[in-house]
């Protein structure tokens, strides 16, 4: 599976930004998609994780209420709207797929660029 995110930028505390990711290759193997960050000196984290057929979401704490995570299994893209956006949420955010049946497999995109100014 490949992922392929898009939707990252700059943006003002309290604004809003829409990441995307697109997934090609064995999708319908497909377990569960993610999003992760990484901030500077830090070590990568989940921000929110939602399954094949979309009926379950997890989201860390620090985002809950802010970010919402939706994805479209018919086309194979995974969304993140991200509200209320804080200086603190800056980093690189990953798309990530576990996917596979029996042999669980994981797969990362390329990581986009999410910053918020104070």
């Known amino acids: 599976v490949r992922l392929v995110e898009s939707g990252g930028g700059l943006v003002q505390a309290g604004g809003s930004l829409r990441l995307s990711c697109a997934a090609s290759?064995?999708?319908?193997?497909?377990?569960?998609m993610g999003w992760y960050r990484q901030a500077p000196g830090k070590q990568r984290e989940l921000v929110a994780v939602?399954?094949?057929?979309?009926?379950?979401?997890n989201y860390a704490d620090s985002v809950k209420g802010r970010f919402t995570i939706s994805r479209d299994s018919a086309k194979n893209t995974m969304s993140l709207q991200m509200n209320s956006l804080k200086p603190e949420d800056t980093a690189v955010y990953y798309c990530?797929?576990?996917w596979g049946d029996g042999t669980a497999f994981d797969s990362w995109g390329q990581g986009t660029q999410v910053t918020v100014s104070s």
């Open positions: 290759g064995s999708t319908f193997s497909i377990n569960a």
């Open positions: 939602i399954t094949s057929g979309g009926g379950s979401t």
């Open positions: 990530h797929a576990n």
